[in-house]
């Protein structure tokens, strides 16, 4: 067709200039109900020059004015996402304008990709909460039932009375640690999470773990490396040569970081997905790999075959930074000690915990840096470099105390272990074809730098100890740890603080500290450990028994236990993401005689709580955002007055302290004395103890929530080092700021020039690793771990919490890419993004078995409970599992059933244990360290339409 018959193309007289131009205002005709075809568009005037001459032009004001303001506040979100983001927000007329991502990240390493800017379209929309309809603006009460939705306004201190008087009886009566406090993550809002945690350590309350609770916390990495998760900063991602995702869906869950991994591809490294399904990740990759969902173990076990059998492995960095050469009893399956061997020459104050290796002249040797030569857990004034040369394969006999001994290594023993994954096991097991991970693995090995990027997804399954041993071995035969471009990088949520000891010292004053596994805690006080398996129950009791595991409130000395009483929430949604939530709302919730929600909008815990407090939103208040993801601080400031009657949480528990102390003096309360610490809790001094600072004793310094801002960068080794800067909270409004240094907590320095990698204290510094062994140690000797044969990584099948013929489909729960957890899966703009309702993803075999079409109202249902969603046909998926991305609100569902309502709560009983037994220096109870894990994916469930469920 010619150009000039596009110009005079026509219909019923009108130009199709003049038809598009009509069109464009079809919004407006339709809203009348008129159309086109109604002759609706003669009123329109035609014009032949939009640019130039144009009758109405002021709509072009309104985008004018979103570049017309009145002021520009730093600020970023409080959310566990691990992208500590700062945005500058825009305000006009007192009111949140817009907000655009910051782009003045200085640059430490001009060979990495740009660090500028970070965001997602998430962040890009929270302005949208400040003035939301579900935000929460004054104090209210519940009127009604738990969750029915009736409440009545009240004022600030009727709340803050009620809650005072409450506090007070439980402490009189001597409950004070059946109060409970749970706030999630402190890295992403500091001085909030302190806000709640100060004014409950200071009531003698208990304080919940997080990490573990949510299924983050990778056990196997205390395990094998005795350290809570440290991760190289994403930008280190560029350093690699080869990386494998796996089990991390990096273009949804860490979309400011995407860009390393992606632009590391263009810089010529290969990126391997292991995906169970064809996710959005695994589109950018070179090679896609799908196990079986919860067979990611034995894929690994069978690459560390490949490399073990075709000699692969790094012989060096095994024989010194591993336990591969450490001699192992036979008879028992313990290391054997050095207090076993006559005539060893060691130098230990405990020879029992010096484990023993084999030199190539078949002379024993104690192994430098063992837990019993070090002064405690981490030790950096000794070293485990060796000065002889130690044998891997050892298959001997040696005398001990107790006569002859067979003893074989570490080694051998793996060896043996790795055996059974054989190319056809693992095809058969994994469904990965006999080459390609025998393909990867030498890959892998090849290279100079190698990393891992590991995910949740590993973590969800109940052996997930198992996958996550099995995966880290992979750098460990290989020496891919230590080092710049190297490691496994696991990342869930802002799990890790930088400026930990200000943190801590803010949020824990006392210094004694009631924290509690929340897994544990839920089993116990939802009626979980009634119905669970008998030898489940008997290792849960023997760990709490022998006080490996802390169970709040306290055994009393009669032998009773009282129900907590009291739980505090806030920057969190614990109803919502509880599994088992069921019997949590069911029992544990029965059991609370007040549950206090705080927070900025109406989510599902505020829905089913007894008071709600109005919080500031994020726009709204002072404090800190970091994450491990990157080694800057920056902050929050606020760029618009709270809304309504709403405080930040800083206010709100120092005006709640302020109410006891007042009530406390006008009843003349006696301190009371702590059964467990050496500390009497005044509440008279209450108010004057929250608003002191601890460290350097001036009273009234914490009044104001930018003051704590300052404590925590004060006390902090990252930002106020003995021999660095001082970073002050100015400095990180004027613009992010890099950390000076690393604290004890972390296991390597922040060097100039370079991205922060972790492990290099004891890889290239050569300190003892924070282990029984003072090594990468794999081999783990505990008996609650040889009884089940665990005590080397091994493969082992999800558990059946359901009966396979009667709920033939596998039910797991992601991240999904439009909600950080439950914040914003009510945003109006997110849903807008997706279906708007709970969504179900279906293979398309799956779906055609069941008579399901793609945007069926459809019930997952297993023996637990029934929730409807909306069916998605998704081809990217593998036949036989479904896929509900979580975090969805209660109140979302018709039934108030929600995604966790399938899901069972267990625990597995070795994540219980401490180690060793007496001491526990390498595993013992640390809130967010060391408990045992929620578990989410070992569950079945089956779907059928719902019926009349397209009326």
Request: charged fraction near 30%; glycine fraction near 8%.
């Amino acid at each position: 067709m010619s150009d000039s018959e596009h110009t005079n193309d026509s219909t019923d007289g009108l130009s199709r200039r003049d038809f598009l131009l009509g069109a464009g205002a079809a919004g407006v005709v339709g809203a009348t109900g008129l159309t086109v075809a109604d002759q609706a568009l003669d009123g329109l005037e035609t014009v032949e020059d939009p640019i130039g001459n144009y009758p109405y032009r002021d709509w072009e004001d309104f985008y004018r004015e979103e570049w017309d303001w009145d002021s520009i506040a730093r600020s970023t979100h409080s959310v566990n996402c691990t992208g500590s983001c700062s945005w500058d927000v825009y305000v006009k007329n007192g009111q949140v304008w817009r907000e655009q991502q910051a782009n003045d990240y200085p640059r430490f390493d001009e060979s990495l990709p740009d660090p500028n800017p970070r965001g997602c379209q998430k962040g890009a929309c929270y302005n949208d909460y400040v003035d939301a309809e579900q935000r929460v603006q004054y104090p209210m009460r519940r009127t009604g039932e738990r969750g029915a939705g009736e409440w009545e306004r009240i004022s600030w201190d009727e709340a803050l009375t009620e809650i005072a008087e409450h506090v007070i009886e439980e402490v009189q009566e001597g409950r004070y640690d059946a109060i409970s406090g749970f706030t999630p993550i402190p890295a992403m809002s500091p001085v909030s999470f302190a806000s709640g945690t100060r004014l409950v350590n200071l009531l003698g309350g208990v304080s919940h773990s997080f990490y573990d609770w949510y299924s983050d916390l990778p056990p196997g990495q205390p395990i094998t490396w005795g350290h809570q998760t440290d991760n190289a900063e994403s930008a280190d991602w560029h350093n690699a040569e080869y990386i494998i995702a796996w089990g991390s869906n990096i273009n949804v869950t860490r979309i400011p970081d995407a860009k390393y991994f992606l632009d590391a591809g263009y810089e010529g490294a290969k990126r391997v997905g292991v995906f169970s399904d064809y996710s959005q990740t695994a589109i950018h990759t070179d090679e896609w790999i799908a196990p079986d969902p919860g067979t990611d173990t034995a894929l690994a076990l069978g690459m560390a075959r490949t490399i073990v059998e075709e000699e692969l492995y790094d012989e060096e960095h095994l024989k010194e930074q591993s336990d591969m050469p450490l001699l192992v009893r036979d008879d028992t399956g313990k290391f054997l000690r050095a207090d076993e061997v006559p005539d060893l020459d060691v130098d230990a104050d405990e020879p029992e915990k010096v484990m023993v290796m084999q030199d190539r002249d078949g002379d024993l040797r104690a192994a430098p840096g063992s837990l019993g030569e070090r002064e405690a857990k981490y030790d950096d004034s000794l070293s485990i470099e060796l000065d002889f040369d130690p044998q891997l394969a050892v298959d001997d006999t040696v005398q001990t105390t107790d006569g002859q001994v067979s003893v074989t290594s570490v080694w051998n023993n793996l060896r043996e272990e790795l055996a059974n994954y054989t190319p056809e096991y693992v095809a058969e097991e994994t469904g990965v074809g006999t080459e390609t991970h025998q393909k990867i693995a030498r890959e892998f090995a090849d290279v100079d730098r190698g990393k891992i990027i590991h995910g949740k997804g590993v973590n969800d399954w109940y052996h997930n100890d198992l996958g996550n041993r099995a995966i880290q071995l992979l750098v460990t035969l290989t020496g891919h740890i230590g080092r710049n471009g190297t490691g496994v990088d696991h990342y869930v949520g802002q799990e890790k603080i930088w400026t930990f000891k200000g943190w801590k010292s803010l949020s824990f004053p006392t210094g004694s500290v009631r924290g509690v596994p929340t897994t544990l805690w839920t089993y116990y006080h939802a009626g979980i450990l009634d119905n669970t398996d008998a030898e489940t129950r008997r290792k849960i009791e023997e760990a709490v028994d022998k006080g490996w595991m802390p169970v709040y409130p306290e055994e009393r000395e009669d032998g009773t236990r009282p129900d907590p009483t009291t739980m505090f929430v806030w920057r969190g949604n614990f109803f919502n993401q509880a599994k088992g939530n069921v019997a949590v709302e069911e029992v544990l919730w029965d059991k609370l005689d007040l549950v206090v929600d705080i927070n900025f909008r109406l989510d599902s815990t505020a829905l089913y709580a007894d008071i709600v407090l109005p919080a500031a939103s994020h726009y709204e208040k002072h404090d800190l955002n970091m994450t491990d993801m990157h080694t800057y601080v920056h902050p929050f400031t606020p760029a618009v007055e709270p809304l309504g009657e709403a405080k930040s949480d800083w206010q709100i528990f120092k005006a709640l302290a302020q109410k006891i102390q007042e009530i406390a003096r006008q009843r003349d309360i006696d301190p009371i004395d702590d059964r467990k610490f050496d500390r009497q809790i005044d509440l008279q001094s209450l108010y004057d103890d929250y608003v002191r600072d601890w460290v350097t004793g001036e009273d009234g310094a914490l009044e104001e929530d930018r003051a704590a801002c300052e404590a925590v960068l004060e006390h902090s080794t990252e930002t106020n080092p003995e021999d660095g800067g001082h970073i002050t909270f100015a400095d990180t409004v004027e613009q992010p700021q890099r950390f000076e240094a690393a604290g004890d907590h972390w296991t390597s320095d922040i060097e100039d020039g370079t991205a922060y990698a972790p492990w290099k204290d004891f890889v290239q510094d050569k300190e003892p690793w924070p282990t029984l062994t003072g090594r990468q140690q794999y081999y783990i000797d505990h008996d609650w771990f040889l009884d089940v044969d665990e005590q080397l990584p091994t493969h082992k099948r999800p558990v059946e919490t359901n009966d396979r013929s009667e709920y033939p489909l596998r039910y797991n729960t992601p991240h999904g890419r439009w909600s950080i957890h439950s914040t914003w899966r009510d945003s109006e703009k997110m849903l807008q993004l997706n279906r708007g309702e709970p969504v179900v993803f279906i293979h398309p075999e799956d779906a055609q078995h069941r008579g399901i079409e793609d945007g069926d109202t459809v019930e997952i249902y297993n023996d637990l409970a029934t929730i409807e969603a909306n069916a998605k046909i998704y081809p990217a998926s593998e036949p036989g599992t479904v896929r509900h991305y979580f975090a969805w609100e209660r109140y979302q569902y018709p039934s108030r059933n929600n995604f966790n309502s399938l899901i069972p709560m267990y625990m597995k009983p070795t994540q219980l244990v401490q180690y060793p037994e007496d001491s526990g220096e390498h595993l013992h109870f640390f809130p967010n360290f060391w408990g045992p894990t929620g578990v989410n994916n070992d569950v079945r469930c089956d779907i059928r339409p719902k019926e009349g469920g397209d009326d």
